[in-house]
């Protein structure tokens, strides 16, 4: 996975409680095999209303989406990760995520912050009325911040998610890391147990 550098974007409003996994991304659209290509059916179902906030021109480049309570609730979908990281979204905020989601997006380097639903209603009323407003979010600091730094937040973050995201290691990349220790003590092994290298 990518390392994650600070985020400098609009923010997406979405501010819907308990959205659930099959809302963001449909299981009709889960027989894919690849993990990319999840983007273009993002919120799909709610897309084809017309007035869908994602349908909304003006949010088009938003890489942080701003969302209620319970995010990623409902079926453990590692697919839901994907889709709004292939759509663009490098950060969500939310004042809680479903725990499965939230590891979910943990794996692929997708950031959740947890903030107050005070914090997250002010930002979406900055959204609404300012679209193009940017906000920073600094993962070595744990800060999200308005550009012109009237708004700043400290984030509570895993010390290990937070060296995994910043290093950009996902669960391959951090077996790689011991590859010098495993080759060392698959040479040491008995003939009489399987090994997994020549």
Partial sequence: ???????????????????????IIPAKYLKRIERTGFGEFLFDTWKKDA?????????????????GSNFGC?????????ALEDYGFRV???????DIFLNNCAKIGLLTVVLS???IDYLVARSEELP???????LDDQTVATADG?????????????????????????????????????????ELYPKTID
């Fill in 51 to 67: 007035d869908f906030i994602l349908n909304d021109s003006r949010y088009a480049s938003a890489s942080v989406l701003l969302a």
């Fill in 92 to 98: 969500l905020i939310a004042p809680s995520f479903a």
């Fill in 150 to 190: 009237s708004f700043i937040r400290h984030f509570d973050v895993d010390p290990t998610t937070k060296k995994n995201f910043l290093e950009g290691l996902d669960s391959i990349g951090l077996t790689l890391e011991l590859e010098g220790s495993i080759s060392e003590f698959e040479q040491k092994r008995s």
């Fill in 1 to 23: 996975m990518r390392k994650f550098e600070n985020v400098i974007g609009n923010c997406l409003p979405l501010n819907r409680a308990d959205v659930d996994t099959d809302q």
């Fill in 74 to 82: 409902g079926s453990s979908r590692e697919h839901a990760p994907w």
């Fill in 117 to 119: 639903q005070e914090d």
């Fill in 132 to 138: 193009q407003s940017e906000v920073v979010v600094n």
